[in-house]
């Protein structure tokens, strides 16, 4: 009895020749959905690279370091690019700043030298940071008085310039980053007639900071035995809620400050990703409303065409909301199925995003994230909510 009566309504109220409006309907549904997907996903997902998100600096992250610009008149003054603590405490309140952290550089010569075929001997500089802004922090990352052997964090920036720049003109071999840690070398600490002499150890590899860095407790103690006081420093490392925001930017330049440029490039790239998700963000959500809008005006159409049918239908006995709910169940699951598809494409394209963009090094999520199943979520409501209003409204009618 069901069955004929199902077979009843199909044939008063579902004949006419809107399926090919439908699917219109349904890929205009389709194709806005999925574009709004990837605007969401973009937009979101750009967020977390830029902020170095799954312990990855490729993109750019919160952190970054600041120096004092030098210009013409500052030439022969070496005082001037160091920055005093007024200056630290100025930035510290900076927009978006959250965390300041010195780049403490030893005020001793230091040489390092090598031997055997890859032998040398050079001047270099040490570097200290606190430890909890590391992009990287190996186990062995300490050192106590009395110790020889010094941990080193280099950066990746060297190794690269070693591997591509210098071993090609001097006939020397490329070395990985396993190679590198398993050669130690000697430290030669001061000058003249005090001395100290360590082994160093390279132990991790930077690419948040540009320097030969040591552990702190290292440098405050070679301090201390040259009695020596500690230079201010020259640079410091910032942690940014946002280094590509754009007041950041611009407070940095109002101070005359420099942070390589990298900030300002990040700045640029996360304006056009900005402009390209909203862009798209626009012709999903036009694309959407027409598609919308169409698959309403069709189910009303269709509605207004069964005018006769819906009034014999109410006079043998069925209510308004027994053929609201009826129509509902035929016409809706098209929508949702466009809806789903949508899902479904959008998921794929970003785990194809994620896949090229991880051989770069940077850290894409393999799934679009909560953001995009909320607007997802949002727009099945909305798709709902207004096909139940327009078949009400064309049984009204």
Not at 40 to 62: C, E, I, P, Q, Y
Not at 147 to 172: C, W
Not at 195 to 213: E, H, M, N, P, W
Request: glycine share 12%.
């Amino acid at each position: 009895m069901k069955n004929k009566s199902t077979g009843l309504l199909r044939k008063l109220l579902l004949t006419g020749g809107a399926k090919g409006r439908r699917v219109w309907a349904w890929a205009s549904l389709f194709l806005g959905t999925f574009f709004l997907l990837l605007a969401v996903a973009m937009w979101w997902n750009f967020r977390a690279a830029l902020h170095g998100k799954n312990g990855t600096d490729a993109l750019g992250s919160g952190y970054f370091t600041v120096s004092r610009t030098v210009t013409d008149a500052d030439m022969g003054i070496p005082g001037k690019i160091r920055l005093s603590d007024a200056e630290v405490e100025a930035l510290k309140d900076a927009p978006g700043v959250e965390e300041v952290g010195k780049l403490t550089g030893a005020a001793f010569p230091v040489s390092a030298s090598l031997g055997g075929e890859l032998g040398f001997s050079t001047l270099l500089f040490l570097e200290a940071v606190p430890t909890s802004m590391l992009d990287t922090l190996p186990p062995d990352w300490h050192w106590t008085p009395g110790q020889t052997a010094v941990p080193i964090i280099l950066a990746k920036e060297f190794l690269r310039t070693y591997n591509y720049v210098f071993a090609p003109t001097q006939g020397l071999p490329q070395l990985s980053e396993n190679a590198v840690k398993a050669i130690g070398f000697n430290l030669l600490l001061g000058g003249g007639g005090e001395t100290k002499a360590f082994r160093g150890q390279i132990v991790g590899f930077s690419d948040r900071v540009t320097s030969v860095l040591v552990p702190e407790e290292f440098l405050t103690e070679m301090h201390r035995q040259f009695r020596l006081q500690a230079p201010a420093p020259a640079r410091l490392l910032v942690r940014a809620k946002d280094p590509a925001a754009p007041e950041l930017i611009q407070w940095l330049r109002d101070h005359h400050y420099e942070v390589g440029g990298e900030a300002a490039r990040l700045s640029t790239l996360r304006q056009v990703v900005n402009g390209i998700s909203a862009g798209t963000g626009v012709l999903a959500v036009v694309l959407l409303a027409s598609g919308l809008s169409l698959f309403v005006l069709i189910i009303r159409l269709l509605l207004a065409e069964a005018k006769e049918s819906l009034r014999l239908l109410q006079e043998i006995g069925y209510s308004p909301g027994a053929l609201a709910r009826f129509v509902l169940r035929k016409t809706l699951p098209g929508a949702l199925v466009a809806l789903l598809i949508a899902l479904g494409a959008a998921t794929v394209a970003n785990m194809g995003a994620s896949a090229y963009l991880g051989k770069t090094g940077v850290s894409w999520p393999l799934f679009p994230g909560w953001v995009a199943l909320g607007a997802w979520a949002t727009v099945v409501g909305i798709v709902v909510w207004q096909v139940r209003k327009g078949i009400w409204r064309g049984l009204k009618g």
